[in-house]
């Protein structure tokens, strides 16, 4: 089971932050918010995938307007 994998290696990464602990930790976010998209459960994958988002260091969107904005811009 994929989010159980993802949930466990999170837990156990005890690494120092440093440049390629964010990326990896986000890149395992961003998977861990795929899959419970696939699960249909939304709260946790946009929980999942705002974090993926900060760890990359990208913008998360402070609304639903917001949101909806960035998206129709892409």
Known sequence: DAIAHLQSALALDTAPE???VRLRRARWHLA???SYRC?????LSRTSLFRALALFGWPV?????RMTLGVLAQ
């Open 18 to 20: 440093s440049p390629a």
């Open 39 to 43: 699960t249909d459960d939304f709260a």
């Open 32 to 34: 861990l918010g795929e």
């Open 61 to 65: 969107p402070a609304g639903r307007g």
